[in-house]
Each structure stands twice: as structure tokens, then as C-alpha cells.
């Protein structure tokens, strides 16, 4: 084999890695996402406490019956908004979670059942839901039930639900202790798993909680693809140059007649002003496209 | 404890008692086509271990008729379904009816697209790749341009979506008609089907009902999930007719015949009704006619109909390979141009039907070939009906997320590279979405397989998927290739190849990797496991 052809290869190579790599990262980062300003104030508010909600949320969790469990939902889902209920209604989310260790399946349905059960309150407005997705992290110590919350994530009924799941499975897995995941394919199908979840979701700050999901999952390039998956931004496009300059380099050593006809010509004569229009060529509003056009 | 008490059986327990009885067998190596041990013995022993007369048994018989149809279905499943993988895989002979073709060959193709199907002494002669699986092959001449041999992975599956997406249907048109009647005026609804949208269709007082803006379904609104074109609505249907058409193997299932009448439920619970739905007839009147005039009748008895449609209804799903971030970055890609609005990734079935459920994933840990494992879980519910036989395996026909299939079950006009002729002089414009698992495996593309590649068939799209299409060539080129990356992640694989729960890769084994490899053995899950099929 002739040198240049190795070149060849090794150039192509370089540049296919070099590219990909731009927005694909071995391993999941820190989250540097910035948080929905709603959210951040959320969680900074203090609340105040009303003993006698907490009281009958307490009754109600130590009789414990079904009839009990869907009073809390009801009662969980009215207090929806009431912040001097919010103490109350995380007691509710962790009556539901109490049962995870005789029946988690049912634990995370009831919880879920209570969630999908407050219409009124928006998911940005609402301090519970990221207190559940903390808490219901102990669901998911089995592989079995890890499996089954993904699989929740994808039937989710609300966007509250399936922001809650996404940011409770991302948590998780992201904390590493008892998450068992050879070959990091769990990983891989979890992060598959909420870009369908961000497809399905419709509110806002849904999608941005499952973008904050993707980032811990997968690290924050792939969740920059997931918020604007068509954009290529600015530093890309400076990443694609500088490779670029490096393969014409290498490329201008390879006598013309190996260059010809192989994908390295193109390269060798694109100009960057071409490459950079390449690249930023709008497109026709792709996230205007009859994805879930339906009538 | 009342013998009749149900449970749950799990494949460990299954396993644990097979194995505490000394009854694990060794993988039944089967390659994609099979001659039986009692037509050609041989000192490795490969083949099928039972003669056609003993794959027949007992015939259809009931629940109390052992070694009857009805009986290992109900009793022994995992047997019922290895058995009609065997005749799946059968090379059938010209003493048991394989044969001739249609009119052998001759006669109006345009009315009839099988006089153009040739023959092939085996299922898995058009559907046996990749190596030992109910996979995809053949090119077939039933229609001008050909037709490509689909793999039949995950086809149970299919039939069950359609039938409730159907069932759907149906109830909105029904009580919008009730509406009509009940308001003395016209009522107009969407029609949805899980998450398709097939259009909307107005009732009217009278009962009558305007399909004239119904999408991507016939009339009726029953949806066909086999076929490019779809037009058969069962795996039994589709059964007798590829037997019949492509092998010459004339059945004269009775159960086809009863459903032209009322319904009838088959083996796999599917429900068949002629009076609702136009069902296909089987090629033979009853067991004596001989419409070929071969010599041979019954030359598919109908208990072997019964477990090759076992067979295919509990056939696993396409299994997954490596998943990574390009994999998920092409997933995230393929949604935003919009191939998510057909190719549907998720689907909820409300009742599973089948009897066990396979995730085959990329796990280099305990994969051998391909890197792949197996995991069954059972899903049946078993029951002593204190008769003394073994207990009743039934399917516990819970939900179940269909994952990765990429379909809407609608038919699409995806422009004129996809139209197809037809004999007559007519084109076929609209197709079923084709479900996207396994697609990684499955080159060359298109119903006619006139693309050779991924990115050809995507490029190919047009029509409704114009836009679609477009968006994809107008990406930057590594953004293409995450959706290729992801597409070919989403692949077939060879059961009898493929490490399982059920039998694990041993490379222990002095004869590695011919012997050890593992396999997805349903052998050991066998009331009698020494019994091989």
C-alpha cells in the first residue's frame, strides 16, 4: 500500500472523529445547562407549614388503604398552588413512594396517578415535582424497575409526569450507585428514551427539564442537539474550519491522482466561506414541520 | 392449594426445574433450511428431529387430546413454538404436496400475482436470513418490478397493533353514528388509532357513514399489517396463503372456513370475523379435495397451520445493537426532520398476546456472535385445570410498550420512485409504513428492493415524505450520518446464534465456537426437554 493511501485513510479518518466528536462526548459531563429562571426561584422560596394538612396526610398514610392512597391524589391535586400546602403535599409523595419496597410498580403508579391528577398546576409553577423526582430515585434500584420507569417515560399521560420521570431516571443513573450498566448501554437507551419523551412533551418547561435530563445523561453537547437538533453553532462551525485546515494540510502532501475521485477532493476544494454557508444554510423551519401536525 | 390456582412462571423457575431434573438438552443447532432426521440421518444429528406424521400428531384435537395442536399450545407453548419453527424451516418433499406451481405457471397474472411466485420447498427459503432466523430474503416476480421477502420478526406484534388500532377505528365511527342519530344531524370525527391519525369520517342520521376523507385505511377501516400494500390482516391468513402460493402446499384449514360465517378465535386468540371483515379462504375445500391435483391431500394439516401461526405470533421482536451518542444523536435527528410522523418509534399495546417476550441487546459481556444477548421473559399465567395432563400456559395478555418499531400502520403515497406497477397496466401508490426494526440489517431497501443502501431508500422518499426527505439531504454530512448510525443500530440476528438467559455462551466448551456458542433454546423450556423437536 502506497504511503499516501495510508495518509488518505488516516486523514479521513482523523476528520470523521474530529467532526463527530464536536458534539459527541465519551461520557456524560456536568450538567451546565442553565435552569429555567421558574424553576430556580422555585427552589429557592421557602414555604410555610399548615399542620392540619399535614396532620390528615399523615392519617391517611397510616391507614393506608386504596381508598386512602386516592384521597391523597385528590388531596395532593387540590392543594395544587396553595403554597402552604407544598409541605403537605410532598408528605403525599412520600406516602406514595412508602410502598416501593412491597409493591414499587404500584408506588410509582400512585404517584404518578397524583401527578397526572393536578390539571390546574403547570409543571413550572409546581415545587413538588422536582421533590418527586429526587425521591422516586429510590424506585429505580433494580434493573427491572429501572426498565420500567423508562418505560413510564414513554407512556407518561403529562408533561409533568414525563419531566418528573425523565429528571428522576437521569438522577439515577447520573448518581451511579446502584446503577449497574455495563458497556454504558443503559445509559445510551436512557438518553434514547428522552429524546421520545422531548418529542412527546409539548410544554416548555418540560422540554427543558428533559434537555437538563439529557445533559446529565449524556452530557451537555448532546443535549444542545436535543433543545435546537438542526443548529450548528458558531464554535462547531470554528471546530469544522480548524479540521478542515488541518486535513487540506495533510491532503496537499497526497499526489492529485490519489485525491480524485475519493471524498478528499471535495474537501481539498471547498472554500471555508462555502463550508461555513454549507453549514448554516437555513433550513425551512424544520421545527415547523408536520411532526405533530395533525389536524 | 386449589389446583386451579393461577401464577405467574418465570423463566428461572422453568429452567431451574428442567435443569434439577437432568433434562437440559443441548441447543438444537438449526440452520435457516431443514431436512428431518428421518429423510436424511446424519452423524451430527442436524435436522429436524420429527417426521411431517409426527409434527401432525394427533391433528387439531382439544386440550384433552395429547400430542394434539390444541393440547401443546394450551400445555406445552414453548413446543408449540419450536414445532412451527421446524416447519418454518421444513424443506417440504414432493410426496407431501410441495408443488407444482400456480397452473404451473401459466394463466391471467393479472388477476392472479402467484403464477408469478415460483416455488420454494421452504418457508425459510424466502425468509431465512440472517442465518437461522425468520428473517428476510427472497425476490419474488407477483408483481412487475418484484417484490423483496420482508423479515418477519416481531409479526405477532404487528397483527395484534392493527387489530386494536382497528378495534379503535371502529368504536369512533360506531358512536358517531350513535351521535348522528341521537342529534338528527351529520357528525364528523377524527379518526385515531393509538397515535395515528387516519383522517375523519362523517356519520350521517340515516346510520350511513362519508369515508370519502378516511386516510391511509380501506373503508372499513381494518387495518392490514401484512403485506407492502396491506391487504392481510392475519398471520393465519398469511400463512395458509404463502403455503399455498409460494410452496404449492394447498391447506384446507377449517378455521379460515368457519371465519367466512362468524367469528372464530384461532390458537393465538386473534378474532376472525368474515361477516365484519373479508378473510381470506383457504385454497383446499376439506381434507380430501386436491385442487393441484398432485395426489396428495391435506397436504398442510391444520394443525400444522395452527403452530407455524403459533410460531410467527410469538416470534421474537429485531433486537438492538450498540446504542451510544451517535446513535441517540441520530434518533434525536431522525425526529426533527420528521420521520418520527410516520415511523412511529413507541407503540402501547393493550393486551400481548403472546406468551414470552425477547430483548436480544448489544452486551459484548455475554453475547458470542454478534456481540448480542437474548433475555426471554416469559408472560404467561399458568393454571392446573386438574385433569391430570400438565398445567395450562396461558398468555397473562397484559399490556406491553412495543419499543423501536417505527410504524404507523397507515398507508403513504411516498411519490412515484415508490409507486409500483401492476400487471394489469395499473400502479400501486400507496404503501404501509414499514416498521423500522431490524432495518439495519436488511439491505437492499424498498418493498421492491431497488435501493442498496440506508441513505438511498431515505434520498428515495418522496410524496408525502417529500419534505421529510428533503430535510435530510440538506443536513450537514455527519449529521446524516447519526441518523444512519442510529438506523443501523436496529438489527436482526440469528436465534439459534445468538446467546440467551436460556442458554449462555460456554467457552469452556473444547469446541468452541462450533459448540457453546449459546442460543436462544426454547428447547429447555420444554415440559419434556429430552423430547426434541
Known amino acids: 500500500m502506497r504511503g499516501s493511501t495510508i495518509l488518505g485513510g488516516v486523514v479521513v479518518a482523523a476528520l470523521c472523529v474530529g467532526l463527530v466528536t464536536l458534539v459527541t462526548p465519551d461520557s456524560p459531563v456536568e450538567d451546565d445547562t442553565p435552569r429555567p429562571a421558574a424553576q430556580t426561584e422555585l427552589e429557592t422560596r421557602t414555604f410555610e407549614h399548615d399542620p392540619d394538612a399535614e396532620a390528615e396526610v399523615a392519617a391517611l398514610a397510616e391507614r393506608g388503604k386504596r381508598s386512602d392512597r386516592r384521597k391523597l391524589q385528590s388531596r395532593y391535586a387540590a392543594w395544587g398552588g396553595d403554597d402552604s400546602k407544598v409541605f403537605a403535599r410532598r408528605a403525599v409523595i412520600d406516602a406514595m413512594l412508602a410502598r416501593r419496597f412491597e409493591d414499587p410498580k404500584g408506588a410509582l403508579a400512585d404517584l404518578l396517578a397524583a401527578i397526572d391528577a393536578d390539571r390546574e398546576l403547570s409543571g413550572v409553577d409546581d415545587p413538588t415535582i422536582a421533590y418527586a423526582a429526587t425521591q422516586a430515585r429510590a424506585l429505580w434500584v433494580t434493573p427491572g424497575m429501572f426498565e420500567h420507569g423508562r418505560d413510564k417515560l414513554l407512556t407518561a399521560r403529562t408533561d409533568k409526569s414525563r419531566a418528573m420521570l425523565a429528571d428522576s431516571l437521569s438522577g439515577f443513573a447520573a448518581e451511579g450507585r446502584d446503577f449497574v450498566d455495563p458497556q454504558d448501554q443503559r445509559t445510551a437507551w436512557l438518553g434514547s428514551d428522552l429524546a421520545d419523551a422531548h418529542s412527546a412533551a409539548s410544554d416548555g418547561w418540560a422540554k427543558q427539564t428533559i434537555e437538563r435530563s439529557m445533559a446529565t445523561t449524556m452530557g451537555p453537547d448532546v443535549a444542545r442537539v436535543l433543545a435546537d437538533p438542526l443548529a450548528v453553532s458558531p464554535d462547531q462551525i470554528q471546530s469544522l474550519q480548524d479540521e478542515l485546515q488541518g486535513v487540506r494540510a495533510a491532503v496537499a502532501e497526497m499526489p492529485a491522482d490519489d485525491r480524485r475521485g475519493t471524498a478528499l477532493a471535495g474537501l481539498q476544494d471547498a472554500e471555508p466561506d462555502e463550508l461555513v454557508d454549507a453549514v448554516a444554510r437555513p433550513l425551512d423551519s424544520p421545527r415547523e414541520n408536520p411532526h405533530r401536525a395533525h389536524p | ?533
Not at chain 2, 15 to 30: D, E, P, R, T, Y
Not at chain 2, 132 to 139: P, V
Not at chain 2, 237 to 261: C, H, R
Not at chain 2, 333 to 353: E, Q, S, W, Y
Request: charged share 25%; aromatic share 10%; net charge negative.
Open chain 2, 1 to 533: 392449594m386449589d389446583p386451579r390456582t393461577r401464577r405467574y412462571l418465570t423463566v428461572p423457575a422453568m429452567f431451574a426445574f428442567a435443569a434439577a431434573a437432568g433434562l437440559v438438552v443441548s441447543a438444537q443447532h438449526a440452520d435457516a433450511e431443514l431436512t428431518d432426521l428421518t429423510q436424511t440421518p446424519n452423524a451430527e444429528g442436524a435436522g429436524i428431529a420429527k417426521s411431517l406424521e409426527e409434527q401432525v400428531g394427533a391433528s387439531v384435537g382439544d386440550i384433552y387430546t395429547p400430542d394434539s395442536s390444541a393440547f401443546i399450545i394450551a400445555r406445552d407453548p414453548a413446543r408449540a413454538v419450536v414445532r412451527g419453527q421446524r416447519l418454518f424451516q421444513r424443506k417440504f418433499t414432493i410426496a407431501q404436496g410441495f408443488g407444482p406451481r400456480t397452473n404451473d405457471g401459466i394463466g391471467d397474472i393479472e388477476s392472479d400475482a402467484s403464477l408469478g411466485a415460483g416455488l420454494v420447498d421452504s418457508c425459510a427459503g424466502c425468509h431465512g436470513r440472517p442465518h437461522g432466523a425468520a428473517g428476510f430474503g427472497g425476490d419474488v416476480f407477483t408483481r412487475p418490478d418484484s417484490r423483496d421477502a420482508p423479515h418477519l420478526f416481531g409479526l405477532g406484534v404487528q397483527e395484534m397493533i392493527g387489530d386494536e388500532i382497528t378495534a379503535e377505528l371502529r368504536a369512533t365511527r360506531d358512536a358517531a353514528i350513535e351521535d348522528a342519530q341521537a342529534d338528527g344531524e351529520a357528525v364528523t370525527v377524527d379518526l385515531w388509532g393509538k397515535s395515528t391519525y387516519y383522517g375523519t369520517l362523517t356519520a350521517h342520521p340515516d346510520g350511513s357513514v362519508d369515508t370519502s376523507d378516511v386516510q391511509g385505511v380501506n373503508a372499513d377501516l381494518r387495518v392490514r399489517p401484512f403485506f407492502a400494500e396491506g391487504s392481510t390482516i392475519s398471520v393465519r391468513e398469511f400463512v395458509v396463503g404463502a403455503f399455498n402460493a409460494e410452496m404449492g402446499l394447498e391447506s384446507p384449514d377449517s378455521l379460515l372456513w368457519d371465519a367466512q360465517a362468524g367469528p372464530v378465535t384461532t390458537p393465538t386468540g386473534m378474532v376472525l370475523d368474515g361477516t365484519v371483515d373479508s378473510i381470506e379462504t383457504p385454497p383446499a375445500a376439506d381434507v380430501f379435495d386436491d385442487p393441484d391435483n398432485d395426489g396428495v391431500t391435506n397436504e398442510i394439516d391444520e394443525a400444522l397451520v395452527d403452530y407455524v401461526e403459533f410460531y410467527l405470533t410469538n416470534y421474537f421482536t429485531p433486537g438492538t445493537h450498540q446504542q451510544n451518542a451517535r446513535t441517540v444523536l441520530g434518533r434525536i435527528v431522525f425526529d426533527a426532520i420528521g420521520c418520527a410522523k410516520c415511523h412511529t418509534p413507541n407503540i402501547l399495546m393493550d393486551v400481548d398476546r403472546r406468551v414470552a417476550n425477547v430483548d436480544t441487546e448489544f452486551d459484548p459481556d455475554n453475547g458470542v456472535f454478534n456481540r448480542l444477548f437474548a433475555t426471554a421473559n416469559l408472560t404467561l399465567v399458568v393454571e392446573d385445570d386438574g385433569s391430570g395432563f400438565p398445567e395450562i400456559k396461558t398468555p397473562a395478555k397484559d399490556d406491553f410498550l412495543v419499543r423501536g418499531i417505527y410504524a404507523d400502520f397507515k398507508r403513504h403515497d411516498l411519490g412515484p420512485a415508490f409507486w409500483e406497477r401492476n400487471f394489469d397496466g395499473t400502479l400501486t401508490k400507496e404503501f404501509m409504513t414499514e416498521p423500522l426494526w431490524g432495518v439495519g440489517s436488511t439491505a437492499p431497501y424498498g418493498h421492491d428492493g431497488r435501493s442498496i443502501n440506508l441513505d438511498e431508500v431515505i434520498r428515495r422518499h418522496g410524496g408525502e415524505a417529500q419534505q421529510s426527505a428533503n430535510f435530510y439531504k440538506s443536513l450537514w454530512w455527519f449529521q446524516r450520518e447519526w441518523v444512519l448510525a442510529f438506523l443501523e443500530s436496529l438489527v436482526l440476528f440469528g436465534p439459534p446464534d445468538t446467546a440467551s438467559n436460556l442458554e449462555p455462551g460456554d467457552e469452556t466448551n473444547p469446541d468452541f465456537p462450533q459448540r457453546g456458542h449459546g442460543s436462544i433454546n426454547l428447547g429447555v423450556l420444554f415440559n419434556d426437554p429430552s423430547d426434541a423437536e
